[in-house]
């Protein structure tokens, strides 16, 4: 099959290389104005993807026929997927769209995001609950649909080798926060390392805008709170597999269930869910009873969640040998959901069906 990839690929690009794998021919029509440093766009570094030229790109399109474009994937890249798939209307095209509607909203691209959705041959949405959310606003179509994230990691740094924990050697819990500490507070921090719990925080970015919450952390926990250098990801199961747990976004929820009152937060799957995973690590994450959490469902599905009410509760269950033995076994035998690889079959299977969608003139 030939697939043109369009947009932009955002996090853990080289996951689009399976698709290779499995046989497929990629070429590559870029976001010519990419957001974010992450948003990543061609060239490749890796694999085989052709990339076409902006210049003269239509007449390039139409000399390669693609059987089916994979357009992608974040806010920032809603208006020039837009603007291609405009030109590209013959073309049996999916839409995968990741973060966020809010922001397309907020930008004034809420109507192309709507287009795009409304017109796909297939749809991929982040999960469930953004379906239902999305579902509010399109109209009834027939047109096949996914659920899936849209950056997941490729499969081959999901490694087994695994390191020794740290808590075996001196009795303390170690957990580990990988990108921003979202949702951990001065008082909070405190509270833990009063209860001998480390905090192991892993970034790459925001160095100048967080030095000064660093310092003032160290202050506050000098023993127990720690920054490390940034891992790549062919080091994430070497290197974190040590630590007890995995901190996600610890951030309270606001919607009582009602789907109009939800943010991106409730919506989003933080990337370093994947980065746990692959260091078969079980995660911290506030309950939020009552409310629609996307995160909570899939890792609750996994049965890899320490979900908690209070730091009372999360102490408990950290402390409970059984309890985390259980939850860290979940998460191995569920850890290849959270590759790319796993959902490549499905992936193209749903390509399929939208070109057999397109050829019926829907």
Known sequence: MKILLVGELAYNPERIYALEEAGHKLYGLWDTSPVFSFSTVGPLPFGHVEDIPEDGWLERVRQIKPDIIYAMLNFGSVPFVWSVMRQCRDIPFVWHFKEGPHLAL?????EKLMWLYHNASGRIFLNEPVKRWFSQFLPPSSAPTLCMDGDLPKKDIFKDCFSPKLSDTDGCIHTVVTGRMIGISGSQLAWLAKHDIHVHLYTENYFDDRERENISRYRIAPHHFHVHPHVASDRWTEELSKYDAGWLHCA?????????????????????????AAAGLPVIIPRNKGHVLAVNEVVGAAGAALFYDDYDELLASLKDEITHRTLTANMLANRMRFSFDYHVNE??????NAIDYKACGK
């Open 106 to 110: 907020r930008q004034g691209n809420f």
């Open 252 to 276: 309270k929820s606001y919607n009582n269930g009602n789907m109009l009152h939800t943010t991106w937060d409730d919506f989003n799957i933080p990337a370093r869910v994947c980065t746990y």
């Open 347 to 352: 992936l193209i299977n749903l390509f399929i």
